[in-house]
């Protein structure tokens, strides 16, 4: 997470330039990273869990 985190934060000045797309929207791409890792890991962590006497699969 932190490595892609990294990422996008490196080519926050450039990605406006590169997408064609407003800097404020751009700058959605920093909120979007960590919230989309907030509400998928424990939805992935269930999904790895889950076994089929536990009755959730």
């Known amino acids: 997470m932190a490595v892609i985190q990294t990422v ?3 080519l926050l000045p450039d ?3 590169l997408t064609g797309a ?7 791409m920093v909120t979007a990273t ?8 424990p939805v992935l ?6 076994t089929a006497s536990d009755g959730c699969c």
């Open 8 to 10: 996008v934060v490196s």
């Open 15 to 17: 990605l406006p330039r």
């Open 22 to 28: 407003s800097p404020g929207a751009v700058c959605w």
């Open 34 to 41: 960590p919230v989309s890792g907030a509400v998928l890991a």
């Open 45 to 50: 962590v269930r999904a790895g869990t889950c």
